[in-house]
């Protein structure tokens, strides 16, 4: 499984952005899907998941800002983000996870301004 992250930018705080992450296979809807972040110096943390059902769950650091979903049409899973501030600075990587296998994206970078 190949996964594809995109959408990373430079925005000022309070701005919004959106990511997606695409996956390579059609069964990608079966998949547990989650949204990581990596600030430098920091250990990576869990942003959000989204299960196969389109059931989700937050970081409490997040919640309330960011929304997670996923359109299996597509294959691809997106992060919106909105009330960005410079401590959601990071790299964003997606992963994919089914049975005792998890796939990486190659991760997309994400700078708030104050």
């Known amino acids: 499984v190949q996964l594809l992250a995109a959408g990373g930018h430079l925005v000022q705080a309070e701005g919004q952005l959106g990511l997606s992450c695409g996956g390579s296979?059609?069964?990608?809807?079966?998949?547990?899907i989650g949204w990581y972040r990596q600030a430098p110096g920091k250990q990576r943390e869990l942003v959000a998941t989204?299960?196969?059902?389109?059931?989700?769950n937050y970081a409490d650091s997040v919640k309330g800002r960011f929304t997670i979903s996923r359109d299996n049409a597509k294959n691809t899973v997106y992060l919106q983000m909105n009330s960005l501030t410079p401590e959601d600075t990071a790299v964003y990587y997606c992963?994919?996870?089914?049975?005792?296998?998890?796939?990486w994206g190659q991760g997309t970078q994400v700078t708030v301004s104050s």
């Open positions: 992963s994919a996870t089914q049975v005792l296998s998890t796939y």
């Open positions: 296979v059609n069964t990608f809807w079966t998949f547990l």
């Open positions: 989204i299960t196969r059902a389109g059931t989700t």
